[in-house]
T-cell receptor, first 116, second 114 residues
Framework: AQKITQTQPGMFVQEKEAVTLDCTYD???????LFWYKQPSSGEMIFLIY??????QNATEGRYSLNFQKARKSANLVISASQLGDSAMYFC?????????????FGAGTRLAVHP | DVKVTQSSRYLVKRTGEKVFLECVQD?????MFWYRQDPGLGLRLIYF???????EKGDIPEGYSVSREKKERFSLILESASTNQTSMYLC?????????????FGPGTRLTVT
């Protein structure tokens, strides 16, 4: 069963506008965490933001915020004031404890294009 | 500054060849991971290691093996490369601290098997 679902293979946004990248997850573990990573065309994975399942407030990091809706099992990434350099692949991932070890389960990714 | 390096950015090998992908981290992390990335599938875990000489299978270990003789180095081995192993391979490391869940990634190796 797919644990992390990113339903948007591709998105585009105008420079300086906000964009929301969707992520839904499935787990029966009460303790989990959700990550967003950015992968530019150069290939490296860049950590953006983390939300723990027990965190009371939505995580924010500069222009990035995570819209965490626990009951709906969604963890959407919101990028405010998009910049051309935001064009990249974005991956949602969930930390899951399996066999005594923390592992990351990744979604298929969303390719974001920022247009001038 | 944290750093994970991979031995090659691009690699072309022939079917049946033995292939070694090397990963080195300088953060003294206990955990190291190998993923492969394919379009539409995201990243899938091949193997991981939580200590020297220790390894655990991930979700897609078939056709791969790993070696961790030193804490800073984690090698992925394709014993007999096949065309369906053409992919992007990403190495990552993380600490075992109580709240240290973030994984730090290398730049990736794009492997083509012909």
């Amino acid at each position: 069963a797919q644990k992390i679902t990113q339903t948007q293979p591709g998105m585009f946004v105008q420079e300086k506008e906000a964009v929301t990248l969707d992520c839904t997850y499935d787990t029966s573990d009460p303790s989990y965490g959700l990550f967003w990573y950015k992968q530019p065309s150069s290939g490296e994975m860049i950590f953006l933001i983390y939300q723990g399942s027990y965190d009371q407030q939505n995580a924010t990091e500069g222009r990035y915020s995570l819209n965490f809706q626990k009951a709906r099992k969604s963890a959407n990434l919101v990028i405010s004031a998009s910049q051309l350099g935001d064009s990249a692949m974005y991956f949602c991932a969930m930390r899951e404890l399996r066999g005594g070890y923390n592992k990351l389960i990744f979604g298929a990714g969303t390719r974001l294009a920022v247009h001038p | 500054d944290v750093k994970v390096t991979q031995s090659s950015r691009y690699l072309v090998k022939r079917t049946g060849e033995k292939v070694f992908l090397e990963c080195v981290q300088d953060m003294d992390h206990e955990n190291m991971f190998w993923y492969r990335q394919d379009p539409g599938l995201g990243l899938r875990l091949i193997y991981f290691s939580y200590d020297v000489k220790m390894k655990e299978k991930g979700d897609i270990p078939e056709g791969y093996s790993v070696s961790r003789e030193k804490k800073e180095r984690f090698s992925l081995i394709l014993e007999s490369a096949s065309t369906n192993q053409t992919s992007m391979y990403l190495c990552a490391s993380s600490s075992q601290g109580a709240n240290s869940y973030e994984q730090y990634f290398g730049p990736g190796t794009r492997l083509t098997v012909t």
